[in-house]
């Protein structure tokens, strides 16, 4: 089971990487786009990250709206999925 200092950490940077990436998850779910219980799952995905220092300094270097999500993200694909939806 995790601590809740983890999930915190990585509940910060699944929301911190959405905003890098020009999306709002509270917009996303009360649009309809995201499914609410889906955001547990964006963030026990991050969860098993292997370099949460890594995610923390790429999102430290002010990336835009006009950005990919780092190879590395474990939600690449779902954010980016958000993003063209």
């Given amino acids: 089971m995790y601590e809740n200092q983890t999930i915190r950490t990585h509940a910060a ?3 911190r990487m959405a905003s890098a990436l020009g999306l709002d998850l509270e917009e996303e779910v009360m649009s309809g786009r995201l499914d609410y219980d889906a955001l547990p799952d964006l963030v026990l995905r991050c969860t098993g990250c292997s370099q949460p220092d890594t995610c923390a300094a790429w999102l430290n270097a002010e ?7 780092p190879c590395y993200c474990r939600n690449a694909k779902a954010l980016e999925s958000l993003r063209k939806s």
């Fill in 13 to 15: 940077l699944v929301d």
């Fill in 63 to 69: 990336h835009g709206a006009g950005e990919h999500a």
